[in-house]
């Protein structure tokens, strides 16, 4: 029987001029025109668009598809096995009642529930099985009233991140009448449970206007309550943990505004303090005082001070937490007497718990080399406890109260693997990378304590790279898979994220970009010369921005790579930056440049953007997958990069292209089809280093 024939995607003229530099653009066709409708109705792709991804995607089932099934569902059932299908989460007091979430067996999504807190008989709030049927259901979470009488809950039913709020009342079960469309899904309570606040999206998919939705009447009708004219600016609604007020924060990547309004009296928003550029701040409020977060004042690893609600401004800051060069706070919550921060101090996590009666502070860590540690609080202010949960590659998440007052710690829940884990089977290690500039570049490793370290074991090694997010050393039961099966299972905290601090970020975005891909490349080399991994056994993975990153290492070093895994890759970078109509173009400006205004940003662009770079030499082995409604990183990134490689290379190595035709940047929405999606992609890995037959 003969091979299939790889598809190839029609040549069709189109060429761009920017700043007097002409480009072009064969592939610029794979953009459907009417790319918003499609994101609502994915059935009105054109036709000719559709036929050659429906072609590769026939092209991957034949040659990666079907011949690695049978290791896909072996893989699929052996994470499967490590989940614990009927959990039940860990109930979170609220007045009269707990509430909580539940898994059960065989099942995607959750139940929502409730218990009296005294103790009672269980009340189903909402069954998103029942609400998501067959299709694509994307839930977005539930919140109850401040009366307890009301629940709204979000969901979008395409993958494009459109969410539709219902409204459920909860002594019958059944919806009422409003339904408010077109939202990201953050509905906000009114403190007299009459009214509801959301952010609204508007045609290019930009979260740009908060409303406020009166019950019982039409969403037409309702009131704006804050509208960003600035399309380069996202806005969001929360509230303060303390109910006392509604928050509405106007942000791009470098540069946010906040603006309050009384949750209890209701009216007009007023501002914290006008936006500055690269200037962040994040509020939380007791007692008429706010509680801020900031890098003000050239604070690049933030520093927390304090304002009177009455007089909110920059001017009247004053330091709590002053700024600590190389200690970068995180987040901070605010409780009656207490004030929480989570910092990260020399590649790793801690709490420190702060009583705002006394000023005394103690500080929360742990031991491990690697480790990921988290906070929360739930829903109550007046409390005396919080929640904390600990992991490390080795360690399954355990999750713990915190006594404020006693510095006591109980063990609530510890994630439990059905299947059987031992830790003791396994090594976690912390090693460092010395980039091309002197800098340490953090590598988590965890492996089996049988895996030969002595340069024959294959690696993945995954990175990210961007927004100033931090790869967390958490334990991941789907990485066993692999570890199980001889791999050294390698992240690399490169620049672009705050592993060490802001200046990491600083020093991985704009015009120091390509220190995130030489970073990568850096721990590739380290993995080899430290005899973790062969030097041809090195598969690399990454996704959306981190996806990227997979694009420009097989651009920089093609030999390197055993194989290449870039899930959603954002890879027509040039092109997207230059389309200020897309969703995310104008907010990320600030992350990449502004090609359209800055010949130097256009030019240091295309001298990276995968896509551009694409050029005649062999490349490894490469799987891009892709999501037809997904508004982050469209479809038409990884379908023209694929389609450019394609004419380009000049090797023989696989090639393919997977676009889920009913979902989004997340991918399948149900927590089995998820998985069914990283097992496909393991089963890619396991190809590129020669064990898909092994293993199998």
């Known amino acids: 029987m003969s091979k299939p024939t790889p598809p190839v995607a029609e040549r069709r003229q189109h060429a761009a001029t920017v700043h007097g ?91 929502i529930v409730r218990t009296p807190r005294e103790g009672g008989e269980e009340q189903v709030l909402l069954d998103c099985n029942l609400e998501a049927g067959d299709g694509y259901f994307g839930f977005a979470g539930a919140s109850h009233d401040p009366s307890h009488a009301l629940m709204s809950w979000a969901a979008d039913r395409q993958g494009s991140e459109y969410y539709t709020i219902h409204i459920r009342d909860l002594a019958t079960g059944t919806e009422i009448a409003d339904i408010i469309e077109r939202t990201a899904g953050d509905g906000v309570w009114s403190s007299d449970s009459k009214s509801l606040y959301y952010t ?69 928003p007023f501002v914290v303090s006008p936006r500055k550029v690269e200037r962040e701040y994040d509020i939380d409020e007791r007692d008429g005082e706010l509680f801020i977060l900031t890098n003000a004042d050239g604070a690049e690893d933030f520093k927390i001070v304090t304002a009177p609600v009455a007089t909110p401004g920059a001017e009247h800051w004053t330091d709590l937490v002053p700024h600590r060069e190389g200690v970068l706070i995180l987040d901070i919550i605010v409780l009656r007497h207490h004030l929480l921060r989570l910092e ?88 460092f990378a010395e980039a091309a500039d002197g800098e340490r570049v953090p590598i988590t490793l965890l492996y089996r304590k049988e895996t030969p370290i002595d340069g024959t074991a294959p690696a993945l090694l995954y990175g990210y790279g961007a927004y100033g997010m931090s790869m967390p050393a958490a334990f991941s039961v789907s990485a066993l898979s692999l570890v199980d099966r001889g791999f050294v299972y390698a992240t690399a905290h490169i620049r672009g994220g705050m592993d060490k601090g802001y200046r990491w970020y600083r020093l991985g975005r704009r015009e120091h970009k390509v220190n995130t891909f030489t970073d990568f490349i850096a721990a590739a080399e380290k993995l080899v010369a430290d005899r973790y991994a062969a030097p041809d056994r090195i598969v690399a993975m990454g996704g959306s921005a981190g996806g990227m990153l997979m694009g420009a290492v ?21 092109n997207t930056m230059l389309d200020d109509t897309l969703p995310l173009t104008p907010p990320e400006w600030p992350e990449w440049g502004n090609p359209v205004e800055s010949e130097a940003d256009y030019q240091r662009i295309a001298s990276y953007a995968p896509y551009e770079q694409v050029s005649a030499k062999a490349y490894p082995p490469i799987f891009a997958l892709a999501g037809l409604t997904d508004p982050r990183v469209t479809y038409w990134e990884p379908a ?19 676009t889920n035709m009913g979902a989004g940047h997340a991918g399948a929405s149900g927590r089995f089809d998820r998985l069914k999606e990283t097992a496909l992609s393991y089963a890619f890995a396991l190809k590129c280093v020669n064990l898909d037959k092994v293993s199998s």
């Open 554 to 574: 097989a651009n920089m070093r093609p030999e390197l790579w055993a194989g290449v895994l870039a899930q959603v890759p954002f890879v027509d970078v040039l």
């Open 21 to 111: 530099i002409t480009r072009q653009d064969p592939y610029h066709w794979l953009r459907a025109e009417n790319w918003q409708e499609v994101m609502h109705a994915p059935e009105t792709l054109p036709a000719d668009i559709r036929a050659y991804i429906e072609a590769e995607n026939a092209y991957y089932e034949e040659e990666l598809g079907k011949p690695t099934a049978e290791l896909q569902d072996k893989i699929f059932w052996e994470i499967r096995g490590r989940i614990k299908e009927d959990d039940t989460g860990i109930p979170t007091p609220d007045g009269p009642w707990a509430y909580n979430s539940r898994m059960l067996e065989g099942k995607q999504y959750p139940l």
């Open 640 to 658: 023209k990069w694929v389609a450019k490689l394609r004419a380009t290379k000049t090797d023989t190595n696989p090639l393919y292209l997977k």
């Open 344 to 431: 990260r101090f020399e590649g790793l996590p801690r709490i420190v718990v702060r009583d705002l009666r006394t000023g005394r502070e103690e500080t929360i860590h742990f031991d491990e080399e690697a480790y990921s540690l988290g906070m929360s609080v739930g829903y109550e202010f007046d409390t005396t406890t919080f929640r904390l949960t600990y992991a490390s590659p080795t360690t399954p998440s355990r999750t713990y109260d915190y006594d404020l007052e006693t510095g006591e710690r109980t063990l609530l829940k510890e994630q439990e693997v059905p299947s059987g884990h031992n830790p003791d089977d396994y090594v976690t290690r912390r090693i």
């Open 200 to 268: 609204e999206i508007d045609d290019n998919h930009r979260p740009f206007r908060v409303r406020r939705h009166v019950l019982g009447t039409p969403q037409a009708d309702d009131e704006i309550v804050y509208e960003e004219k600035d399309p380069g600016f996202f806005v969001s609604v929360d509230k303060t943990l303390s109910d006392n007020f509604i928050v509405i924060d106007a942000h791009d990547h470098q540069t946010s505004e906040v603006w309050l309004i009384d949750a209890r009296k209701g009216g007009k």
